[in-house]
């Protein structure tokens, strides 16, 4: 083992008492033992969640490699203990996990078509990152996993709304790397009791999604453009649909899964989503009234790897969670728009 993970690893007997842990005065504790690990905390979703679990007071670390996380991200976040380390790397696992009792795993290299042009980079950051934290997470003694798993999984069946009892048909080395890390999940909660739940989340989006890659996600994307007075481009007819999930949605998710007994939810596999769906065409119209702007869409040919429509059966996150969507897509993307309105002007 390196010498540095070796020296972070805690044992029983270090463990103080939760007021000691949450005593701000007394920094050796708080940087050694936070209750909480979000992986992925400078990307959208991490931070969204960690900042969540600041304001309800919790004691939160975070790690992220930056590949695609951004360091902005983090502005906010000065209550969270910060690592900057590689999933892929095992050493940075176990510094990440020491003394943690729930993950949320939100680390991925999140994009359809990147996994496209490089599925072996897909493959080192979801997969062997993964099963990476798993196997340091069972050895810190951590008790739950939470992970972010993706509709992708479903692939191309024309079955609507995809429910969690139909079989996984991914179509992108994305959506086989996401799905062998819900098998991962699945197989430590059945080999070593590892308390694990997935929440498999249907295209999120909000503040901080990253609006500026050649990978983003598309309603980032087209709120960026439009607001600028840029032609957004449609891959392919536009009739496509998604079950678009603002992030607040997603984070009240995490925070159910997190306390809901494990009787009930330890390897579980949960659609995280809005349970309607609506197509790119008119996400177009609705953006133009929110943005002003004023033109038409460009076409382009559709995506390789994408996929025709996806909604979302939500009805097992009621029974095991208790959730149903707290902000709908409408009230989602002005909020999501308002946020990045204001990023262009301060
Ligand atoms: C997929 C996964 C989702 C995952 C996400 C990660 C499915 C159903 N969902 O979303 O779980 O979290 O990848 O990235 O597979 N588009 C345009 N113009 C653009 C950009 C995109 O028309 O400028 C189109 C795409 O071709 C696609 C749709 O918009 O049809 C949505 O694309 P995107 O936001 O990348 O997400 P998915 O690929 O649906």
């Known amino acids: 083992m390196p010498p ?22 007394n920094l050796f504790w708080r940087k050694n033992l936070a209750n909480y690990l979000v992986t992925g905390a400078a990307g959208f979703i991490g931070r969204s969640i960690a900042s969540a679990l600041l304001a309800k007071g919790e004691t939160v670390r975070g790690i992220d490699s930056f590949i695609t996380g951004k360091r902005a991200n983090l502005i906010g976040l000065e ?21 943690i009792e729930i993950i949320f795993h939100e680390a991925a290299l999140a994009s359809v078509p990147r996994s496209v042009a490089d599925p072996v980079a897909t493959n080192v950051n979801c997969v062997d ?14 008790r739950r996993v939470i992970y972010a798993g993706s509709s992708s999984a479903y692939g191309d069946t024309p079955t609507l709304p995809k429910h969690e009892g139909m079989i996984p048909n991914p179509i992108s080395p994305y959506a086989v790397a996401k799905l062998a ?3 991962y999940l699945r197989a430590f909660t059945r080999v070593y009791g590892l308390e694990t739940v997935v929440l498999r989340y249907f295209n999120v989006f909000g503040p901080y999604q990253d609006p500026t890659s050649h990978y983003s996600g598309v309603l980032a994307v087209f709120c960026r453009r439009m607001l600028a007075g840029e032609q957004p481009t449609i891959f392919g007819d536009g009739e496509q649909s998604r079950d678009f999930t603002y992030i607040d949605n997603v984070v009240h998710a995490n925070l159910l899964a997190a306390a809901a007994p494990a009787e009930k939810v330890s390897g579980q ?33 559709g995506r390789a790897g994408d996929i025709r429509d996806s909604l979302a059966d939500i009805r097992l996150a009621g029974e095991l969670l208790g959730y149903r969507p707290v902000v709908d897509f409408r009230e989602g993307l002005g909020r999501t728009v308002a946020w990045y309105k204001q990023g262009e002007q301060g």
């Open 79 to 99: 209550g969270m203990e910060f690592i900057e380390g590689d999933l892929a790397d095992p050493a940075a696992c176990a510094r990440a996990c020491a003394g």
């Open 129 to 142: 990152a993964t099963l990476n934290l798993l196997v340091a997470a069972r050895a810190a003694g951590v």
């Open 4 to 25: 540095e993970a070796r020296d972070s690893i805690l044992t029983g007997a270090d463990l103080a008492p939760v007021d000691t842990v949450r005593d701000p005065r």
């Open 269 to 301: 596999m949960i659609n995280t989503a809005t349970g309607s769906r609506i197509t790119l065409n008119e996400t177009f119209r609705v953006l133009r009234e929110l943005t002003g702007y004023e033109g038409e869409p460009a076409y382009a040919t």
């Open 181 to 183: 890390g819900e098998h």
